[in-house]
């Protein structure tokens, strides 16, 4: 089963906002499996000011942000223990790797693959590409925190 959705359900999903809501748009998701999102990448962000006048160019960081957040979507998705107000931390970044720049004007898409999950911690191969090139690619773990 394929699940898409559109920015009114990402937002009911993450408590993120601008400007730090970083996923425009799920393309595609297999629940347990895989997402493809995407980010559209304007030169109207706020970062572009300072990093870098004259060179925008988008920070890794915020590259590993966006990943981290397809996977919480990927995880709401896939979670049968997922209650309202659930919130997905991120819980580690391993062998991440830049391998091209991102600037204004791309369409970053990015993908997250589910490869381990134990109790309330899930780990996620990650990739962020443009034009079919590879930007960015980690493993990501994140982890639920239900609501008391």
Not at 21 to 29: A, E, F, G, S, T
Not at 74 to 85: A, F, H, R, W
Request: charged share 20%; aromatic share 8%; hydrophobic share 45%.
């Amino acid at each position: 089963m394929t699940v898409y959705l559109d920015i009114t359900k990402i937002t009911e999903l993450l408590p993120h906002r601008y400007p730090f809501l970083l996923v425009d748009k799920v393309l595609q998701c297999e629940p347990g499996e895989r997402m493809l999102a995407i980010k559209n990448v304007s030169i109207n962000e706020p970062f572009f000011q300072g990093h870098f006048p004259g060179l925008p160019v988008m920070p890794g960081v915020l590259i590993m942000e966006a990943l981290a957040q397809t996977t919480a979507l990927l995880t709401s998705q896939s979670d049968e223990s997922c209650v309202s107000g659930t919130v997905y931390f991120l819980a580690g970044i391993d062998k991440a790797r830049f391998k091209k720049q991102v600037v204004p004007g791309d369409r970053l898409e990015l993908e997250a693959v589910l490869i381990n999950r134990k109790r309330h911690i899930w780990t996620f191969d990650c990739q962020a590409r443009v034009d079919e090139q590879l930007a960015a690619r980690a493993q990501i773990m994140c982890a639920a925190s239900v609501p008391q």
